[in-house]
């Protein structure tokens, strides 16, 4: 079945080491996007692409970078994970029909920083 | 700033009452607005999404409408199960080039045996 893939589900990381989180999907979907979504809150937009353009929310920090190296992968890197970014990380992706397009998740990655 | 606010933040009913879900956004300009299904350390399934010129959608048991001008959408739960519990969420896409989803916090839901 076509769908979006999230790797792996739970990590662990080290404050301050740094971590790669992936995602791959078999849509064939142009747009990719990175969401956070801490315990009892709204999934925050980190940032997304289409195609190979790179958009960033203007208040994402620094420490949050992203690679699409082609259509079906998109990876999410922590340059220096703090206590406070500890969270679930949504890949979602859709096809852009200008705006009548519904986002499809993955299952997230559960990031625990110790 | 587009706001979503979902109230109430939690919600328990008897196995079988019919129920409806809010969502409120401060902004009308939008494309779209989508629910949206989470289970408990899980992603985000897609319910319903409605268009900006349309009033209401309807899959199975789930009806969802969209009032655009007062900012406001439900999701109407028909003969509710236990496999209905979940946090639901709503979103909205602004209208224009921006793609971004504007979700709410959500409402937990529990259906009770």
């Known amino acids: 079945d076509a769908m979006v893939i999230q790797n792996p589900r739970y990590q662990v990381t080290q404050f301050g080491k740094p971590v790669t989180l992936s995602c791959s999907q078999t849509?064939?979907?142009?747009?990719m996007y990175w969401y956070q979504q801490k315990s009892s809150q709204a999934p925050k937009l980190l940032f997304h692409?289409?195609?190979?353009?790179?958009?960033n929310e203007a208040d994402t920090p620094d420490n949050f970078q992203s690679r699409r190296p082609n259509t079906s992968f998109c990876f999410l890197d922590i340059r220096s994970p703090g206590l406070g970014d500890a969270a679930m990380y949504l890949c979602?992706?859709?096809?852009?029909?200008?705006?009548?397009?519904?986002?499809?998740f993955g299952p997230g990655t559960r990031l625990l920083v110790l | 700033k587009q706001e979503v606010t979902q109230i109430p933040a939690a919600l328990s009913v008897p196995e079988g009452e019919n129920l409806v879900l809010n969502c409120s956004f401060t902004?009308?300009?939008?494309?779209?607005l989508q629910w949206f299904r989470q289970d408990p350390g899980k992603g985000l399934t897609s319910l319903l999404l409605?268009?900006?010129?349309?009033r209401e959608q309807t899959s199975g048991r789930l009806n969802a409408s969209l009032d655009k001008s007062s900012g406001r959408s439900t999701l109407y739960i028909a003969a509710s199960q236990p496999g209905d519990s979940a946090t639901y969420l709503c979103?909205?896409?602004?209208?224009?080039?921006?793609?971004?989803?504007?979700f709410g916090s959500g409402t937990q839901l529990t259906v009770l045996p």
């Open positions: 979602a992706t859709s096809r852009d029909f200008g705006g009548r397009e519904t986002q499809y």
């Open positions: 849509l064939n979907h142009n747009v």
């Open positions: 692409y289409y195609d190979k353009d790179f958009n």
């Open positions: 902004d009308s300009a939008i494309y779209n």
């Open positions: 409605i268009q900006s010129s349309q």
């Open positions: 979103a909205v896409r602004p209208s224009g080039s921006a793609r971004q989803l504007t």
